[in-house]
C-alpha cells in the first residue's frame, strides 16, 4: 500500500427537504451574501431556486442570481460571475445543479478572491491559487461528484481546451443532497451520471501490482451498488431509495476515498474531454464511448486486476484471469449499452466522419500535445492514444 493522505472536509446533509437548510449552512460557513450559480433553467422550473431564496432570506443571507452554467461550463461564463461577484461584494458562492454549475462556481470563487489574476493562468496553475471564496453545493444531479471532489473542469472556447484543477480550494464547505431533486432529470441524463460515478471509481481501481484491500472492497461494493440501483432508476425515477443509494456513490466516487493507499489515473477522463472539448458531448456519454476500446487495448498488460473486477464486480465464475478479464471488459461494456450510453466513437457521433486528422486532433488533445503519458498500466502517448480511439471506432 502506498502512502496517502486523506482529508474530505465537506459537511454532507442528506435527505428529504434537505435544500430547506441551505440558508442555515450559508450562514455556519460565514456567507452574508451569495452568488447563486446554476445552470440552464431546471433549478427554475422545478421551484428549487425559489425555495432555496426563500431559505436564504429567513437565515438573513443575501443573493444574486447567476445562472446560465451550461453542461461542458465554459471560462468566459465563469469570467462574467467573477464580474458581478466582484461588483455586488459577494462572500459566498452557492452552487444549485450538477458538475456543470458547481465547477462554475468553484471557478468564480477563485477568480474573486484574486482579482488581479486571469482566471485561465490560475487553472492553468501558470500563477498559483492560494486563495478562494467558500463554495456550497445543492445537488440536483448525480454524476460528477463535484459536490465533494476537490476538482473542477472548465472549457477554453478560444483555445479548443477542456481541462481540469485539482486543488483543496475545490472542497464545498457543505453539499445539500436530496435525492427526489433527482426525479425529474432527462433519462439519457441519469444513464451520463451513472456510468460517471462508476467511471470515478474504476479511474481508480485499473492500476496494478498495489496491494489495498479496503481500498478495493469498497470500490467493488460501490461499483456494485451503482450498477444494481442504475438498473432500477432507469425503469422507475421516482424510487428514493435507489436514487438515494446511486446519489451517495456519486460523492464516494469521487472524494478520494476509493484511491487510499493506490492513487489515481484518469487517463479515460483525458479521452472523453478530448471528445467534448471538440464536439461538447455529455460528459458520461464521453467516457462509455471509449472505455471499453481504453480496456480491450490494455488488460493484457494487467490481467489479474481485470480478473479482480470481473470476479468481484460482476461475479464471473472463471478461474482463468485472461477470459475472466474479457468477460469483466463484456459485461462494462454491455451494462453502459443496457442504460442508453453509446459504446463507441460511432454511436456517440453517428453523424461524423472519424478521419485520421480527427483522430490525431483527439489524441494529441488527450495527451497535451503529447506531452504527458496517461494510464498507469503502460505509458500512453499521442500515437498509442490514436490506436485507443480508432479501436473505439468499432
Ligand atoms: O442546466 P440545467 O437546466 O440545470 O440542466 C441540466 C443539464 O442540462 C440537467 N439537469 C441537472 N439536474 C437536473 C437536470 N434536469 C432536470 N432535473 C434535474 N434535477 O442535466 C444536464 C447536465 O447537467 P451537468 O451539471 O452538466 O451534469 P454533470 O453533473 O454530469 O456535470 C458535468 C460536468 O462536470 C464535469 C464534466 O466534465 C462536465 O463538465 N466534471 C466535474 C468533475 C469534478 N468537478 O470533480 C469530475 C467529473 O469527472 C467531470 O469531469
Ligand atoms: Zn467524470
Not at 29 to 38: D, I, M
Not at 226 to 237: A, C, H, L, T
Not at 298 to 303: F, G
Request: net charge negative; hydrophobic share 40%.
Amino acid at each position: 500500500m502506498n502512502n496517502f493522505e486523506q482529508y474530505t472536509p465537506t459537511k454532507v446533509i442528506f435527505g428529504k427537504g434537505s435544500e430547506e437548510k441551505a440558508g442555515e449552512a450559508v450562514k455556519n460557513a460565514g456567507g452574508s451574501k451569495v452568488l447563486l450559480v446554476y445552470g440552464g433553467g431546471s433549478a427554475v422550473k422545478s421551484g428549487l431556486i425559489e425555495r432555496v431564496e426563500k431559505s436564504l432570506t429567513e437565515a438573513g443571507v443575501g443573493y444574486i442570481e447567476f445562472g446560465g452554467a451550461k453542461p461542458n461550463p465554459t471560462l468566459a461564463h465563469a469570467e462574467d460571475g467573477v464580474v458581478i461577484a466582484k461588483t455586488e461584494n459577494i462572500d459566498f458562492i452557492l452552487a444549485v445543479g450538477g458538475g456543470s454549475a458547481i465547477d462554475t462556481a468553484k471557478a468564480i470563487a477563485h477568480g474573486t478572491a484574486n482579482p488581479d489574476k486571469a482566471l485561465w493562468d490560475l487553472w492553468t496553475k501558470k500563477v498559483p491559487l492560494t486563495k478562494s471564496l467558500p463554495v456550497g453545493a445543492i445537488l440536483t444531479i448525480a454524476a460528477a461528484g463535484s459536490e465533494m471532489s476537490d476538482s473542477a473542469v472548465l472549457t477554453n472556447e478560444e483555445t479548443g481546451a477542456k481541462g481540469g484543477i485539482n486543488t483543496e480550494f475545490n472542497r464545498c464547505r457543505f453539499a445539500i443532497m436530496n435525492p427526489e431533486l433527482t426525479f425529474t432529470l432527462p433519462l439519457y441524463q441519469q444513464a451520463a451520471g451513472i456510468t460517471d460515478i462508476m467511471m470515478h471509481t474504476m479511474e481508480r481501481y485499473f492500476i496494478p501490482k498495489i496491494k489495498c484491500d479496503l481500498t478495493d472492497e469498497i470500490a467493488e461494493g460501490l461499483l456494485r451498488t451503482v450498477i444494481k440501483n442504475g438498473k432500477i432508476v432507469m425503469k422507475d425515477q421516482n424510487n428514493y431509495d435507489a436514487q438515494a443509494e446511486i446519489m451517495w456513490c456519486s460523492s464516494i466516487s469521487h472524494n478520494n476515498l476509493t484511491e487510499c493507499g493506490r492513487g489515481k489515473d484518469f487517463s479515460v477522463h483525458k479521452f472523453g474531454h478530448a471528445l467534448s472539448a471538440v464536439f461538447d458531448y455529455t460528459h458520461g456519454a464521453s467516457l462509455a464511448a471509449v472505455w471499453g476500446a481504453w480496456a480491450e487495448y490494455l488488460y493484457k498488460d494487467a490481467p489479474d486486476r481485470f480478473a479482480k473486477f470481473a470476479r468481484k464486480v460482476w461475479n464471473i465464475d472463471d478461474p482463468d484471469d485472461l477470459s475472466s478479464a474479457k468477460k469483466g471488459i463484456d459485461a462494462t461494456v454491455a451494462y453502459f449499452k443496457s442504460i442508453g450510453m453509446p459504446v463507441s466513437l460511432k454511436e456517440i457521433g453517428p453523424d461524423v466522419e472519424w478521419t485520421d486528422e480527427i483522430i490525431e486532433l483527439l489524441a494529441m488533445k488527450a495527451t497535451m500535445q503529447d506531452t504527458v503519458k496517461l494510464s498507469r498500466i503502460r505509458p500512453i502517448g499521442a500515437k498509442e492514444a490514436a490506436e485507443i480511439y480508432k479501436l473505439a471506432l468499432r
